[in-house]
T-cell receptor, first 114, second 115 residues
């Protein structure tokens, strides 16, 4: 069975500071991993995805994540936070393929202070 | 850019009434998902379709929820009767693993409030 653990339900950073959102996964098969962002009363927008190619994945809005198999981690980072980054972030794992279902973490709410 | 269409965006209904949500996936996407997201939590799968067939509905409360995708394109999720605990965001997603540029794409969701 696959699972995702997001460490910290709420992270607060100052504008311009480093953003680090932590995610650890559990999977018995090589996983596909995603980070999604959700703004209030909106759907989910894909930030980036890992599909067994490069371990360092660059996404939209300056975010990136590194797949570390030895640590079973897929942490999301951004060098400099912007006020518009305030949202909920979900780490997601799937085994992929046409039968694959997305397993979501509980989410981390990011607040950005001016 | 191709999108997953959902309607309505917001729905308020009284408990014991029937309610229905509609989803139109990205053209050509064979796999369609309905997720429920309770406020403050991550989405959880209700039902997954591959073309017109149900692949996984193990978490769908079948005594009150039903889902169909008759022609393998758009889909409808129905709740009858609605209960207060059904208040949530209902998200539709579609995927195509023959085109990894898409992966999984979500619609904007339907926010249901049961009063």
């Amino acid at each position: 069975a696959q699972s995702v653990t997001q460490l910290g339900s709420h992270v607060s950073v100052s504008e311009g500071a480093l953003v680090l959102l932590r995610c650890n996964y559990s999977s018995s098969v090589p996983p596909y991993l995603f980070w999604y962002v959700q703004y209030p009363n909106q759907g989910l927008q894909l930030l980036l995805k890992y599909t067994s190619a490069a371990t360092l994945v660059k996404g939209i809005n300056g975010f990136e994540a590194e797949f570390k198999k030895s640590e079973t981690s897929f942490h999301l980072t951004k060098p400099s936070a912007h006020m518009s980054d305030a949202a909920e972030y979900f780490c997601v794992v799937t085994q992929g393929g046409s039968q694959g279902n997305l397993i979501f973490g509980k989410g981390t709410k990011l607040s950005v202070k001016p | 850019e191709a999108e997953v269409a959902q309607s309505p965006r917001y729905k308020i209904t009284e408990k014991s009434q029937a309610v229905a949500f509609w989803c139109d996936p990205i053209s050509g996407h064979a796999t369609l998902y309905w997720y429920r997201q309770i406020l403050g939590q991550g989405p959880e799968l209700l039902v997954q379709f591959q073309d017109e067939s149900v692949v996984d509905d193990s978490q769908l409360p079948k005594d009150r929820f039903s889902a169909e995708r008759l022609k393998g394109v758009d889909s409808t999720l129905k709740i009858q009767p609605a209960e207060l605990g059904d208040s949530a965001m209902y998200l539709c997603a579609s995927s195509s693993w023959t085109d990894l540029s898409y992966g999984y794409t979500f619609g904007s969701g339907t926010r249901l409030t049961v009063v």
